[in-house]
């Protein structure tokens, strides 16, 4: 892959990660790596491992976890994320991380507290899908 494809799809994956709450579809980070959707789709799954919903389905899974950990509570947290449907949310954060996002806010974290953010952000990242 060249780096000029590479840049293009950076370019994308920014956009996720700035804007993962906006309703953001596959044309719309196509358009932003200058690809067509079907190009875009192929190139970003074979330069980063995953598909761009994927990807952007993560992030999203990530900052609610982050939220939840905070104290926000679930409802807000599905909101900020960019769901609008509480029981998507809630089926595909069970499916990810393994428990309800209820369960997961309720646990303690005092000990993710004391991991260095740069440690933290690799160790919490929620699963592939």
Partial sequence: MDLQTLAHLRRARDLMD???????DVPAM???ALMSPAHFSREFKRAYGETPYTY???RRIERA?????????VTDACMQVGWSSLGSFSS????VVGESPSAYREREHSATEEI???IA???LR????
């Fill in 126 to 129: 929620p699963p592939r899908f």
């Fill in 65 to 73: 976890m982050h939220l939840l950990r905070s104290g926000v509570s």
């Fill in 92 to 95: 595909r954060f069970t499916e």
């Fill in 121 to 123: 952000k690799i160790l």
């Fill in 30 to 32: 196509a358009s932003r």
């Fill in 116 to 118: 260095p953010s740069c």
């Fill in 56 to 58: 952007l389905l993560t």
């Fill in 18 to 24: 700035r804007r993962y709450a906006d309703p953001l």
